[in-house]
């Protein structure tokens, strides 16, 4: 059998393939060893003395004191999520003797400085994502946090802007900034905010990362750096950009296993480097299918095990084939990925693969499943038979109770404890020490689970304010009118005579004379008690004194009164009560406070006697914190503000004002979880049918009163993790 000619030429390159791995990987020795000569740091000539910040509009200025004046911008990049600025300062070390700097100015939270080596980086901890600039002032580096939301300025230390640097004699359209950001599920995304939409991108994958080639553009010398950013938890490591000859490069060097995606917006050029899961069972990793190397195959009753070694010496692979594959194959590809082609040859003759690393061990289906099943089996019987040891652990932050039900001694469900069937455990809850008997390898178990679990817990402080504000008014207005009709007593006659008898009739009921019974008792001699015929006066409001205007009217005899009597009340009232309630809480745990008084009540009892229960009515706040791992803060929240109200027959009746919900809010944010707010208004008329209703003169024969109440109860609520505070200060 003739083999296929592309099979000669892999089994030729198999010859010549070590010589060309020692030379590749002779050169990569010595491009390593210059770049560790490359990077060695040098001496910290310079010190960061002191850091302090102030405000100007909507911007805040923050002044980086140094000892010697700065030879150049410190590197700076920033994230968005969460939003923070960082500046490394090579050769610099870290004078202010602290790793933490508090602000709370404007959009500016604090600023944490870190040492690594001979280099010094401050991260400031924003808000928001906001722009930023740099400048050199002196023997100061100033940085411009722009809070409009615009494009940040460079300005000096009196809030002017910065001299401009000399333009540069290259024409070239220029990179405007390279971000870094973390996505939401862990990618590494690079951004690249270009010139304008017509520059030109070359993407080409390698090895170790991505390279994209922005052809005939250059880069600012404030953008040609190497950015670290191993420590955001993503597969991108480094970020360089440099220039190469007419072109602008971007190397962006990943580790593990990623997967890459780049499209472009407008002038955005964006990168996302993704993390992989491994999948011991699958050749190829990812999402994007296959990648390997584009070949042909033209096989007519080819061995399988050809096959397999022609993929071998293309792929570099190393590949391990069992005994038992045997039989031949008619295969006809053209320009497939060699990894595709592997694929296709195992399911057609019916096997599978096992990866460890670069090495593939290829074996039929049965074969492997059977290999697994009699490990497991043996593993089983080792365990079984493997002598059992004892270990004591002492736990810090948990109680050592919490672990009953994992290691199933009281309530547990035995298949789902962390102990074997032969191991034990004892809880010693005066020690807080936990003696476990078990094998080698679930011993282990226990150890990496006490490691997780038995942590220093984080702690919330929860600050509630609690405002309840109220605006009543209330207006009345009423008035009297009476007449007296009043002679002399003594030999005369009050009132209107009616006819030629003794009738007579008075206005006001007000009569007196001779034989005349009106039920009335003299105030006086001449005059009466009761001398109104209209009573309509203005009502008290808490029990305030009403205010009045009387007039009187009389005759040239005084023997007849027009009495007029105006009283009028107005109240105006202002009043607010803030409460404010504050706990702290462990993470995930929950926490009540409360103050108030409880109140008696009747109830009845079965035997048909009454009894005494009391009520609360206080002032209470339940939460239950849960810190998010991108530094927020998730409440359970749940608020009862009640007071004493009206007085029933069965006791005092209570007021309540209830608030329960859920919401996420930033670390020292504040959040307003509800309002309830209630107006009450209210007109009263009383009148003299009629009479009340004359136009002008109608105001002498009724009575107004007008209520107009306003309340309102807000509830703000704002989180403060403590924790990562006082693991500073320790």
């Known amino acids: 059998m003739t083999a296929h000619p592309l ?18 990987a002779l050169t990569l020795a010595l491009q390593l060893a210059g770049a560790a000569r490359a990077q060695t740091p040098p001496p910290a000539a310079n010190a960061i003395e002191a850091i302090t910040a102030s405000q100007q509009g909507a911007s805040v200025i923050v002044r980086i004191a140094l000892r010697q004046a700065p030879a150049a911008l410190p590197i700076s990049f920033a994230i968005s999520n969460p939003a923070r600025i960082a500046l490394d300062f090579g050769a610099t070390a870290n004078a202010t003797g602290k790793n933490l700097l508090e602000f709370n100015l404007g959009d500016l939270r604090g600023v944490n400085l ?78 690249v905010d270009l010139p304008g939409n017509q520059v030109a991108a070359d993407v080409r994958q390698t090895p170790t990362g991505v390279v994209v080639d922005f052809l005939k553009t250059g880069v600012p010398e404030a953008l040609r750096r190497r950015l670290d950013v191993g420590d955001f938890g993503t597969p991108v490591a480094l970020v360089t950009t440099t220039a190469h000859g007419e072109h602008a490069r971007l190397s962006i060097e990943a580790r593990g296993l990623w997967e890459q995606t780049v499209y472009q917006s407008d002038t955005q050029l964006v990168v996302d480097v993704k993390p992989v899961r491994e999948d011991p069972h699958r050749l190829t990793q990812g999402s994007q299918g296959y990648r390997g190397e584009k070949l042909s195959f033209n096989f007519q009753n080819v061995e399988v095990r050809a096959a397999l070694q022609a993929i071998a010496d293309i792929s570099g692979l190393n590949i391990i084939t069992s005994d ?24 057609a003759k019916g096997l599978d693969m096992r990866k460890n690393g670069s090495v593939i061990w290829i074996a039929p289906k049965e074969e492997l499943l059977t290999k697994e099943k009699l490990e497991l089996e043996q593993r089983a019987q080792i365990a079984d038979l493997e002598p059992l040891k004892s270990e004591i652990f002492q736990l810090n932050y948990q109680k050592a109770e919490a672990f009953r039900t994992v ?22 809850p005066r020690t807080n020490q936990l003696f476990v008997t078990d094998i080698a390898a679930r011993l282990e178990d226990v150890r990496r689970l006490i490691a997780k679990t038995d942590i220093a817990t984080r702690q919330v402080l929860i600050e509630a304010r609690i405002v309840e504000a109220s605006d009543t008014f209330t207006r009345n207005l009423g008035a009297k009118l009476g007449f007296s009709d009043l002679r002399t007593i003594r030999g005369g006659d009050a009132g209107y005579q009616i006819g030629n008898g003794n009738n007579r009739v008075a206005i006001g009921g007000n009569l007196a004379g001779v034989g005349q019974t009106t039920g009335q008792v003299a105030a006086s001699d001449a005059s009466f008690g009761n001398t109104q015929f209209v009573n309509l006066p203005a009502g008290n409001i808490n029990g305030a004194q009403v205010g009045s205007l009387a007039i009187s009217l009389f005759s040239s005899a005084a023997n007849r009164f027009l009495n007029l009597e105006l009283s009028a009340l ?8 803030i409460s404010s309630p504050r706990v702290i809480t462990a993470d995930k745990s929950v926490a009540l406070i409360e103050q108030g008084i409880e109140l008696p009540y009747q109830v009845a009892t079965s035997s048909g ?36 109200g009206q007085e029933t027959r069965s006791g005092f009746a209570i007021d309540t004002k209830h608030v329960k919900t859920q919401v996420m809010v930033d670390n020292g944010g504040t959040v307003v979880l509800g309002g309830i707010y209630q107006q009450t208004e209210r007109s009263t008329t009383d009148k003299v049918p009629l009479l009340g209703d004359v136009p002008v003169l109608g105001y002498l024969f009724r009575s107004n009163s007008r209520t107009n109440d306003k309340t309102e109860l807000l509830v703000f609520i704002t989180p403060k993790i403590v924790t990562e505070r006082a693991q500073a200060a320790r």
């Open 570 to 577: 107005e109240e105006d009232g202002t009043g607010k009560i």
């Open 407 to 428: 290691f199933g001694l009281e309530g547990g469900d035995a298949r789902n404890r962390i102990l074997s069937k032969r191991g034990s455990a004892i809880i010693e």
């Open 609 to 644: 006697a009454t009894s005494i229960q009391f009520r609360k009515a206080n002032l209470r706040l339940e939460v239950t914190p849960q810190i998010t791992p991108d530094g927020n803060v998730v409440i359970d929240v749940d608020v009862n503000k009640d007071s004493v």
């Open 114 to 191: 870190v040492q690594a080596g001979e280099r010094a980086r401050l991260v400031f901890n924003l808000k928001r994502p906001l722009s930023h600039a740099t400048a050199i002032d002196g023997k100061a580096v100033i940085l411009t946090i722009d809070g409009s939301g615009g494009v940040a300025t460079a300005l000096d230390s009196r809030g002017l802007p910065a001299a401009s640097a000399a333009p540069a004699a290259d024409t070239r359209p220029m990179l405007r900034a390279i971000d870094f950001r973390r996505g939401g599920n862990g990618e590494g995304r690079v951004v």
């Open 7 to 24: 099979a000669r030429r892999a089994r030729t390159a198999a010859t010549w393939a070590p010589a060309l791995a020692w030379a590749v």
């Open 324 to 347: 038992s594959v045997a039989g031949n194959l008619t295969l006809r590809l053209r320009d497939v990925p060699w990894d595709q082609a592997l694929d296709v040859i195992l399911q």
